[in-house]
């Protein structure tokens, strides 16, 4: 019976591995996979400490138990310099290791840094919302809410910044994670390199919905994200301060929405506009306030 149970453990544990297709070990660019490899290598030099140190516990455990009487009883032994020696060096070391890849990586992976690429870069400007994403294309005058869609092997440059609360945003298969913060402006940059429809989500609690906060990432081939573009071209509807103000001010989840054509710089005029809410609000005392029809307490933009 025991066997069986094993055996069942097993194949349910090989069954949930192999149906594991995104995730920080699942990596699909160069950047999640440089991740992946920074968080491998921190993560055997600590085993090379702790692994030994649980055998040799193990060991002495099992050499000094009462029924032995080889193990020598010292009472009066109280200092080794080889084992204070082993004590202090070798922790010492692994956290100059340690420190050393992680300096390299924080600077090799610096999410401001442009990824080098004979391809040009595709241009994508990000504001989170209560709770759903908004992604404006400004080179091809398209926008979308909850789907963005990507070329492979063509770097993307972020640029992101939040309508309300600082927000989280996150590919776990493609790589790196940033904040999105009002009035503020951060940059990422990311590529993906296998086709694939791949999840993107809030990693940072911003209120009731943001666990809905998921958006599809649709790799695919140029032809694709060409169809994909004369799709959202075809289907009408503007964003403009009018419609994003609808947005920014709805407090719920929503599905997916695709804007034809954007007018004027709908990313600055967001966080201009989140800037000066903030700032009359904390003037008057009260709580942030949404703006409305393009206009914050009789400021218009």
């Known amino acids: 019976m025991r066997l069986r149970l094993l055996k069942l453990s097993l194949v349910t544990f090989g069954t949930t591995l192999s149906g594991c297709t995104e995730g920080v070990l699942v990596t699909h660019g160069p950047i999640g996979a440089s991740e992946k490899l920074l968080l491998l290598e921190a993560l055997i030099t600590m085993l090379v400490v702790v692994v030994?140190?649980?055998?040799?516990?193990?060991?002495?455990?099992?050499?000094?138990?009462?029924?032995?009487?080889?193990?020598?009883?010292?009472?009066?032994?109280?200092?080794?310099g080889r084992i204070e020696f082993s004590i202090w060096m070798v922790p010492l070391l692994v956290v100059l290791f340690l420190s050393a890849i992680a300096w390299t990586g924080a600077h090799d992976l610096d999410p401001y840094q442009p990824i080098a690429s004979e391809q040009k870069p595709?241009?994508?400007q990000v504001v989170s919302m209560d709770w759903k994403w908004l992604f404006i294309y400004p080179d091809l005058g398209i926008a979308s809410v909850n789907e963005l869609a990507v070329p492979?092997?063509?770097?993307?440059?972020?640029?992101?910044?939040?309508?309300?609360?600082?927000?989280?945003?996150?590919?776990?298969?493609?790589?790196?994670?940033?904040?999105?913060?009002?009035?503020?402006?951060?940059?990422?940059?990311?590529?993906?390199?296998?086709?694939?429809?791949?999840?993107g989500f809030s990693a940072q609690f911003s209120g009731?919905?943001?666990?809905?906060?998921?958006?599809?990432?649709?790799?695919?081939?140029?032809?694709?994200?060409?169809?994909?573009?004369a799709k959202l071209k075809s289907g009408g509807g503007s964003l403009g301060p009018r419609e994003y103000t609808r947005l920014a001010s709805s407090h719920k989840t929503s599905g997916i929405e695709h804007f034809a054509s954007v007018d004027g710089d709908i990313f600055g005029y967001a966080m201009l506009l989140s800037v000066d809410s903030v700032a009359v609000s904390r003037e008057c005392g009260q709580k942030p306030a949404m703006a409305i029809d393009g206009m914050v307490l009789g400021k218009e933009y």
């Open 208 to 229: 009731d919905g943001f666990s809905d906060m998921h958006f599809p990432v649709l790799a695919t081939n140029q032809a694709g994200f060409e169809a994909w573009v």
């Open 52 to 80: 030994p140190v649980i055998v040799l516990a193990l060991v002495y455990f099992w050499w000094f138990r009462s029924t032995n009487n080889k193990a020598i009883y010292r009472p009066d032994w109280e200092y080794s």
């Open 152 to 199: 492979v092997g063509v770097p993307v440059n972020f640029k992101l910044t939040s309508a309300t609360v600082m927000n989280s945003f996150f590919i776990p298969s493609v790589g790196g994670q940033i904040y999105t913060m009002a009035g503020m402006q951060t940059s990422l940059s990311l590529q993906v390199t296998d086709l694939g429809t791949y999840e």
């Open 122 to 124: 595709l241009n994508v």
